[in-house]
């Protein structure tokens, strides 16, 4: 036999209303009120990680034209400019980057490849192929990892910290969803990431880079968005010293080009025989 509510068996009258009243003010506020927690559930963080992901990267095969520049207490001090090509790896999902140095002179020819766990270095001076670190510095405050095409989504997890007003690189306060990201694979270039994304849009608007102590190494604002391969992306990353805030290096994307590029490129064994365009 079902059951049912005993105020739901027949319509009251009368002295039965009375009693169902009075029975139903007797309860405590809080069995007549929804928890917050299921009145509302929040975002996926990890959700919201993937978005901003491809919202910074293009989901195809493609080229890009890279522009490091490194400042000084608002002087320029270096420039450096390179030639990036990326695609996802199959199985992983994980993105493998060739990049080609161009500029300056006395680097041309040169080649970083990041596939998987591994990083290398090509001169083709010296034939030599050598490991490197993502966390090795490549000019200014731009590392090595900073360069690469990555999706933080396959190399950290994760969690919401907060939602807040934070100001933009434009210096525009935005609503954002502030995720703390701890490192979940090898890959991952730093020990831990605080990025801000847009509540409405995803976009992410500035990250935080952090040491294992938990120190600041660096803030790097993501700005300029244009129309790029399908999407509204950031062609401009604003990284800031974490000691210094006078050490400024400013990362420039252009040219956005899907390209169809072979798997092959991303072996190591094939940096001797690239062939720039």
């Known amino acids: 036999m079902s059951k049912t509510h005993p105020y739901a068996r027949t319509p009251l009258t009368g002295r039965g209303r009375r009693r169902a009243l009075r029975a139903l003010l007797a309860l405590p506020v809080s069995a007549c009120i929804a928890p917050p927690a299921l009145a509302q559930a929040g975002p996926n963080p990890q959700a919201l990680l993937v ?4 919202i910074r990267n293009p989901g195809q095969p493609f080229r890009v034209t890279v522009t490091l520049t490194e400042y000084e207490r608002g002087q320029q001090v270096e420039a450096s400019t390179l030639a990036s090509y990326a695609r996802t790896l199959e199985g992983s999902g994980q993105f493998a980057t060739l990049v080609q140095f161009v500029q300056p002179a006395r680097d041309t020819g040169k080649l970083m490849l990041k596939a998987g766990n591994d990083m290398w270095f090509y001169d083709p001076g010296t034939k030599a192929s050598i490991r490197i670190s ?4 490549l000019l200014g405050q731009a590392a090595n990892g900073d360069i690469v095409t990555v999706n933080f989504a396959r190399d950290y997890k994760a969690s919401l910290a907060a939602e807040e007003l934070t100001q933009d690189g434009e210096r525009k306060e935005r609503r954002a969803y502030k995720l703390a990201l701890a490192a979940s694979s090898p890959d991952a270039a730093y020990p831990a990431i605080e990025l801000w994304v847009d509540v409405d849009q995803s976009s992410p608007i500035k990250a935080r880079f ?8 660096k803030t790097a604002f993501y700005r300029r968005f244009e129309n790029q391969l399908g999407a509204r992306r950031p062609t401009e990353t604003v990284i800031i010293d974490g000691l210094n805030p006078q050490l400024v290096t400013i990362v420039r994307f252009s040219e956005f080009a899907a390209r169809n590029i072979p798997p092959q490129w991303f072996q190591r064994e094939f940096l001797p025989r690239f062939q720039p365009e």
């Open 134 to 137: 993502p966390q090795q510095r």
């Open 51 to 54: 978005a901003s992901d491809a």
């Open 210 to 217: 952090l040491s294992d102590s938990g120190r600041l190494l």
